[in-house]
């Protein structure tokens, strides 16, 4: 079955540094691959996601992400963090033809003034 | 509405009691989602729906949970005689399309389950 692991628990970064968040999945062939944030008592919003094609996606917030196939991973990135990125952060795969998708285990970014 | 709406917010059931829990999709939306989220973990699977039908409910922990989705639309998480382990938040989420795995998300806020 498929996996994906967040290896960071909490990061911490402060305001105006560069921020790379790392996800590693666990499936044979290339699955669809999504980044979500969720703020306290929001639900998950959609940064970014990757299907195929250019391996660098752009999404919302400023943030991108980078598949490396031969590595297993689709860290996520932003070069500039501001205040209000702080927040949860998860990422997750979906086997092209299946519905559900499976989620990591999530990295909460601390951001320091 | 503007996105998808889930009710209650809280709850707090006593250990045994039964709980309903309500997800209201985006107008439109063809699937919709019911995830678990315990404390600290990533949301996980519990069941899909398409239109009113339950095509996957591989995710249900057991016999206790039930969701139903009877006119394509509204839909109910029920879970029976809960237990402590069950406390956890409840993302619904819906999709417009059926198929398009690839297609964005859209979740509601949750509901926050406190068994005591």
């Known amino acids: 079955a498929q996996s994906v692991t967040q290896p960071d628990i909490h990061i911490t970064v402060s305001e105006g540094a560069s921020l790379e968040l790392r996800c590693n999945y666990s499936?044979?062939?290339?699955?669809?691959l999504f980044w979500y944030v969720q703020s306290p008592g929001q639900g998950l919003q959609l940064l970014l996601k990757?299907?195929?094609?250019?391996?660098l996606v752009q999404g919302i917030k400023g943030f991108e992400a980078e598949f490396k196939r031969s590595q297993s991973s689709f860290n996520l990135r932003k070069p500039s963090v501001h205040w209000s990125d702080a927040a949860e952060y998860f990422c997750a795969v979906a086997i092209p033809g299946f519905q559900k998708l499976v989620f990591g285990t999530g990295t909460r970014l601390l951001v320091s003034p | 509405g503007a996105g998808v709406s889930q009710s209650p917010r809280y709850k707090v059931a006593k250990r045994g009691q039964d709980v309903a829990l309500r997800c209201d999709p985006i107008?439109?939306?063809?699937?919709l989602f019911w995830y678990q989220q315990a404390l600290g973990q990533g949301p996980e699977f519990l069941t899909y729906?398409?239109?009113?039908?339950?095509?996957?409910k591989s995710g249900l922990p057991s016999d206790r949970f039930f969701a139903e989705r009877p006119e394509g639309s509204v839909s109910t998480l029920k879970i029976q005689r809960t237990q402590q382990e069950d406390s956890a938040v409840y993302l619904c989420?819906?999709?417009?399309?059926?198929?398009?795995?690839?297609?964005?998300?859209?979740f509601g806020s949750g509901t926050q389950l406190s068994v005591l």
């Open positions: 989420a819906s999709r417009y399309s059926q198929g398009a795995t690839n297609e964005k998300l859209f």
């Open positions: 107008s439109g939306h063809v699937s």
């Open positions: 499936y044979g062939a290339t699955p669809y």
């Open positions: 990757y299907f195929s094609g250019d391996t």
């Open positions: 729906f398409q239109n009113e039908a339950q095509l996957d």
